[in-house]
């Protein structure tokens, strides 16, 4: 079946410094690759997406690219803020999936410190 | 603009009590609705998807139910409930579309069971 394996957490980082999450996929098909962020106590915000091979998807300084040679996709920032510090999921879907349904990953919880 | 809203937004019920969650969406029409489970420190559980009014697709058997009385409303329930099933709840939607299947979330409902 369809699986997202990312590093467990938590990740401990001091601020500006640079964030790596690493995201490995399995598919029976082609599938689209996301990025979610979680705040404490909230829903789920899409971060970024790419929907095909050596697509970058990029937004508030993240990004990632659809490493279809490695079935990657690893989130990266080049200097993280206090206010990123969130649980960050990998997901995918494949097209015209019976619902539309994402597949995540277990979730990376970053912490960054002042 | 669409958004989705979930109610309540915390909950404290005794075991064996019943419960009902309600999600509805606006500005949309025909979307696909899942309700996701996510238990303390873990990754997200898909509990349940809706395609259509009436029509549920549950995931995992389970001590809940789920259903869609109008198009833009998905309520989950159950008769009893079970010291497991405290959680934070999502709600989320998605429209087809043949590029990719993005889902948007609700902000969550936080259930203890007691």
């Known amino acids: 079946g369809d699986s997202v394996t990312q590093m467990e957490g938590p990740v401990t980082l001091s601020e500006e410094a640079f964030l790596t999450i690493n995201c490995t996929y399995t598919a029976t098909g082609y599938p689209s690759l996301f990025w979610y962020v979680q705040y404490p106590g909230e829903g789920l915000q899409l971060l970024l997406k790419a929907t095909k091979a050596d697509d970058k998807g990029s937004n508030k300084g993240f990004e990632a690219t659809y490493r279809k040679e490695t079935t990657s996709f690893h989130l990266e920032k080049g200097s993280v803020q206090v206010s990123d510090s969130a649980v960050y999921f990998c997901?995918?879907?494949?097209?015209?999936?019976?619902?539309?349904?994402?597949?995540f990953g277990g979730g990376t919880r970053v912490l960054v410190k002042p | 603009s669409q958004t989705i809203h979930q109610w309540p937004a915390t909950l404290v019920q005794p075991v064996g009590s019943p419960l009902s969650l309600e999600c509805t969406v606006e500005?949309?029409?025909?979307?696909?609705l899942y309700w996701y489970r996510q238990a303390a420190g873990r990754g997200l559980q898909l509990l349940f998807y809706?395609?259509?009014?009436?029509?549920i697709s549950s995931e995992v058997p389970q001590n809940l139910s789920a259903s869609r009385p109008q198009d833009r409303q998905f309520i989950l329930s159950s008769k009893k409930l079970l010291l497991s099933d405290s959680g934070f709840y999502l709600c989320?939607?998605?429209?087809?579309?043949?590029?990719?299947?993005?889902?948007?979330f609700g902000p969550g409902t936080r259930l203890t069971v007691l």
């Open positions: 989320a939607w998605s429209v087809e579309d043949r590029s990719y299947n993005e889902q948007f």
């Open positions: 997901a995918l879907t494949l097209i015209k999936a019976a619902g539309n349904k994402l597949t």
């Open positions: 500005g949309t029409s025909n979307p696909n």
């Open positions: 809706s395609v259509g009014i009436g029509q």
